[in-house]
């Protein structure tokens, strides 16, 4: 739908306060894209509520009008997930921003959806406590929990949903519940807390959720490790992580991508195939003995050095680097777009997915960085490419989907974190069989208008 009617509109009017509806077009315009290429519909309006009450009052509305309601974190997805595809509604999150309280004997924190990422993690920094899945972009708790986002430290902490004890959902029709507990360990009834996390908006919106909190490390080390081939550098991974060294980041970079960063960022780092990686220890001493086999167990797969950084400022600006990678690709390369490949191998078959996708960008002539969370076997493969160049978009296409094939035939997935939203939906049937079925029958009994999201996962 692209308009409301005169109706329509005193009816959602009534619903927030004067501010808090726009059907203004720059704010319908603000909520058409996030950072894909994916194209929207422009959305009749968007809305600000402050309030779980003031959610419910809107999707009893909505359902009862059968307008479409897509829910906006902060826009930083890569597949479409937030982009209005059925223009109707969008409910943007941002306002419902409050840390509602940090509990450092048990570890956790109540937050509202629209609460920043790093800004929790400052409010929690004062207690020695921090929330450690980390996207590159500073997202929202709510997109992160919609989205199961994670990130460099996912190898040693995991991911979102397992840092996600309890949630306030709002459903179709304005029903609210509460899922999960406050206690560490539950075996009761269905895990509902774990269906909504990742189902990116299309059953509920998250109106308010406790999250487990872990101590900070107090003893942090960065490293850069150079290999003779990409191949070598991700066969250290598996034996890495097996050897109980228990690194806190594993990072693949080409050395394509390293130029890049050195270009924008002058970081001086040798060109070649690297392994970023950080380990967190209790104690100077420890960390010291844990580089040192770290340092020999590279040496062993081949490594040519291995530079380590144990002040805060260098760590940062390599980090930093690392996640605005994406950003720098695009910097590089100015009016493209970009197509990120997303796949998840288990770690033992991540060499020779590296392997495979550096083969086919070579073969197919396109322009695509290979590197990826190593530690986690998620291969990111970003590719650069004109859309409306239909020659060179396919070309794009077609490796994007051999890599998706090659990962879910080695048992992974065609999303280790992104989501589904727009992009990833044409995998869903290949990777998931018959249990794609079973995920659209929960989502006609939650959502049976198809209000929700519309056009995404399903
Ligand atoms: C430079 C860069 C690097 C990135 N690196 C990573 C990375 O390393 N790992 C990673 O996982 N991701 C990464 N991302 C992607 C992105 O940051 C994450 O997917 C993040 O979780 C999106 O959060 P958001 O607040 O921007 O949500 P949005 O993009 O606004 O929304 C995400 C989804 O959540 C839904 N949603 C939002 N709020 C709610 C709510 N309250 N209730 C129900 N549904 C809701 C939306 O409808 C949408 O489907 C990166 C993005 C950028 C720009």
Request: proline share 6%; charged share 20%; aromatic share 6%.
């Amino acid at each position: 739908m692209r308009e409301f009617t005169p109706a329509q509109l005193t009816a959602l009017a009534a619903l927030v306060a004067a501010d808090r509806f726009s059907t203004g077009q720059s704010n319908r315009e603000l909520h058409l894209k996030d950072i894909s290429f994916h194209q929207g519909t422009l959305p009749a309006g968007v809305i600000w509520p402050v309030t779980t009450a003031e959610v419910a009052a809107i999707l009893a509305w909505t359902y009862d009008q059968e307008v479409p309601v897509t829910p906006w974190g902060a826009g930083t997805s890569t597949e479409g997930n937030p982009v209005p595809v059925r223009g109707g509604l969008v409910m943007d999150l941002t306002r419902m921003n409050r840390v509602l309280a940090i509990r450092p004997a048990d570890l956790q924190a109540d937050v509202e959806p629209g609460v920043l990422r790093k800004e929790l993690n400052r409010q929690c920094g004062a207690h020695g406590l921090f929330f450690p899945p980390d996207p590159g972009a500073d997202a929202s708790i709510g997109g992160m929990i919609a989205n199961n986002a994670s990130g460099v430290q996912t190898v040693k902490y995991g991911a979102t949903k397992d840092y996600v004890m309890r949630l306030t959902v709002v459903l179709p029709g304005g029903r609210v519940i509460h899922t999960g507990c406050k206690a560490p360990k539950s075996s009761s009834g269905l895990d509902l807390t774990r269906l909504f996390v990742g189902s990116e908006g299309t059953l509920g919106i998250v109106t308010e959720a406790t999250l487990r909190l872990t101590g900070l490390p107090s003893h942090v080390l960065a490293a850069t490790v150079r290999f003779p081939d990409l191949a070598s550098a991700s066969r250290t991974v598996a034996l890495m992580i097996g050897s109980g060294l228990g690194p806190a980041a594993l990072e693949l970079l080409p050395p394509g991508l390293i130029a890049l960063m050195n270009r924008e960022k002058d970081l001086g780092l040798p060109e070649e195939p690297s392994l970023f990686c950080e380990f967190h220890g209790i104690s100077e001493n420890h960390l010291q003995e844990t580089a040192a086999l770290a340092r020999e167990l590279c040496a062993e797969c081949g490594a040519t050095g291995f530079q380590s950084a144990t002040g805060e400022a260098d760590r940062k600006r390599l980090w930093r680097a690392r996640h605005e990678a994406w950003e720098t690709i695009h910097r590089a390369h100015p009016k493209k777009e970009t197509l990120i490949v997303d796949a998840a191998v288990p770690i033992s078959r991540y060499p020779e997915m590296v392997v495979f996708s550096q083969d086919l960008v070579d073969r197919h002539a396109v322009v695509g960085y290979v590197f990826g969370h190593a530690g986690d076997g998620n291969l990111h493969v970003v590719l650069v490419g004109d859309p409306s160049d239909r020659g060179e978009w396919s070309q794009l296409e077609a490796v994007n989907h051999a890599i998706v094939a090659e990962a879910v035939k080695a048992g992974g997935t065609c999303t280790g974190e992104h989501g589904v939203g727009i992009g990833k939906r044409k995998f869903m049937a290949l990777e998931h069989g018959e249990s794609y079925e079973v995920m659209k029958q929960i989502k006609n009994l939650i959502d049976p208008k198809g209000l929700m999201n519309p056009g995404k996962i399903f």
